[in-house]
């Protein structure tokens, strides 16, 4: 590779590129980028990201160098697709009618969008380090970004995009010919499903990068969150994004966000073996230790509760959901290509892997996330907390009448104590025994999806105790009535 850096060209190149066919994708990325809000801040922390890799680095010659071997063998096997994609840039005048596209992208001011947008999170070092490479790239700066593309293919050389950015940025090197190109192996490369996944996975990441959610926002599906969570997660299947948020007195922060993978056939799980990703509001059951997993689950796995209570009220099937990580050889899967689960580059799930908690970190899905103020999720909480407080009342007062009004006739209730011969309203009262309540840690989860759906979690205590039960209960909206159709007694 160093060799190949040095002569500022590929060895033996399976074509040679005729002037505009290579780098429009590239081009048209870094303007993206340069154009994208808080891409700034995204190019500083991949530069504290850099600076410390590079230190941590130069112990370890001998196996940077092996990597190094493999990142190149792969950079020229890729960098001959990118001529297909440079066909739409030659009917503009070639490469100096792109190059001049992308200089007036980076010199535009970009737009304000109507509320500031929240400032790219540091997701993943390798991810940081590939907005760099993008960034120097689109201000004019190839050799800097070839460096830099260099570093990011031997830190991670399983990272495919990566190479195939390194690639291009090789070709972009090698001095224009009058020779005719290889139309086959064109051709060969345009067709290949592999390159079309990574250019996928490339606009997908560049799409959640100049499309961030406006400041202060949150998704529409947290109207609250109870302070026990201290973690959130929601997940936008149209952009391939998984968005983390620590919640705390103060409400939910955006902390980081990462590129993921979905179901081969898309989101919207119906039935077992359909290879889509369920939408809607679950949560973590559980932590699996890798060792007990295959490699190709890899830093670990994080079941959620699919089918969840509306799942089987509507008769969807299957299981078996998690976030999990990647194969060793590979360190992002394409956007489409899970039999369901939600995948993740190791180096990202593991950041999950110390946050989450078990039973209480929430985890939605969507297809594609619609972001709210704190002032509007309080003002949509307002009438499924009057439900709540209406059901408490009727309890409280022992009316069994007013009370029965709460419940579908279907309700089922898991419970480690068995109430069977029970109906959950004398159950109900005579828990109560006519005792106040304290209902405290309150969390809405809203989910509108055909039907409009809560998922209420919370901690009761009665007057005179100091220790009470732990409830989730699901909601179903009828009308303008709020009516309870399942709940779980948590403890």
């Known amino acids: ?46 530069k504290q990201s850099n600076a410390k890799s590079s230190s941590g680095n130069s112990t370890s010659k001998s196996k940077t160098k092996a990597a190094s071997s493999s990142g190149s063998s792969r950079a020229s096997a890729a960098h001959g697709a990118r001529a ?12 100096k009618a792109a190059v001049a596209e992308t ?62 950015v390194y690639g291009d940025l090789l070709a972009a090197q090698v001095p224009p010919s009058n020779s005719l190109p290889d139309t086959a192996s064109i051709a060969k490369m345009r067709g290949n499903p592999a390159m079309a996944e990574l250019h996928e996975e490339s606009r997908r990441r560049l799409q959640a990068l100049r499309e961030r959610p406006p400041a202060n926002t949150v998704p529409s599906q947290f ?7 201290r ?18 007195d103060k409400g939910l922060k955006l902390t980081a966000d990462y590129y993921i993978s979905v179901g081969k056939s898309g989101t919207d799980k119906a039935t077992e073996g359909d290879a889509r990703t369920p939408l809607g509001v679950y949560y973590i059951t559980s932590s699996l230790d890798p060792k007990s997993l295959k490699d190709f689950y890899g ?41 369901g689960c939600v995948v993740m580059a190791n180096p990202d799930l593991k950041q999950l892997l110390r946050k989450v908690q078990i ?61 069977e011969g029970i109906s959950v309203v004398d159950d109900e009262v005579k828990y109560a025994q006519g005792k106040r309540v304290q209902l405290k840690d309150m969390s809405y989860l809203h989910w509108r999806d055909g039907d409009d759906t809560m998922v209420v979690t919370f901690g009761e205590v009665f007057e005179g105790e100091k220790s009470g039960r732990s409830r989730r209960q699901y909601w179903l909206r009828q009308g303008s009535e709020w009516k309870l159709f399942h709940e779980e007694i948590l403890g």
Do not use: C
Request: cysteine-free; aromatic content about 6%; overall charge positive.
């Open 223 to 229: 109207l609250a969150l109870s302070t026990r969570s």
């Open 103 to 164: 200089k007036a992208a980076a010199a535009k001011p970009a737009r304000r969008p109507a509320r500031a947008a929240a400032p790219i999170q540091e997701a993943s070092n390798a991810e940081a380090r590939l907005i760099a490479v993008y960034e120097m790239f689109g201000r004019g700066q190839a050799r800097p970004a070839l460096a830099k593309a260099r570093d990011l293919v031997r830190d991670y050389p399983n990272f495919q995009l990566a190479q195939l």
């Open 231 to 248: 973690y959130a997660i929601a997940v936008d299947a149209s952009r391939s994004r998984l968005y983390l948020f620590e919640n705390s």
């Open 359 to 419: 039973g209480a970190t929430p985890v939605v899905t969507a297809r594609s996330l619609q972001w709210i103020s704190q002032p509007q999720a309080e003002k949509e909480s307002q009438s499924i907390s009057s439900a709540i407080n209406g059901w408490k009342d009727a309890r409280a007062n022992g009316n069994e009448a007013q009370l029965k009004k709460f419940y579908l006739p279907d309700f089922q209730r898991i419970s480690k104590k068995s109430t």
């Open 1 to 46: 590779m160093t060799d190949i850096v040095r002569h500022g060209r590929l060895q033996n190149p399976p074509f040679r590129p005729r002037s505009g066919h290579l780098l429009a994708a590239l081009m048209a990325a870094s303007a993206l980028m340069l154009a994208a809000p808080g891409a700034a801040q995204a190019s500083a922390a991949a």
């Open 84 to 95: 297909s994609a440079k066909e739409a840039k030659e009917a503009k005048g070639g490469r």
């Open 299 to 339: 830093a670990g796995a994080l079941p959620i509760n699919y089918p969840n209570p509306y799942d089987v009220r509507r008769g969807k099937t299957g299981g078996g959901i998690w976030l999990h990580g990647t194969p060793p050889q590979q360190f992002a899967r394409a956007p489409l290509a899970s039999d």
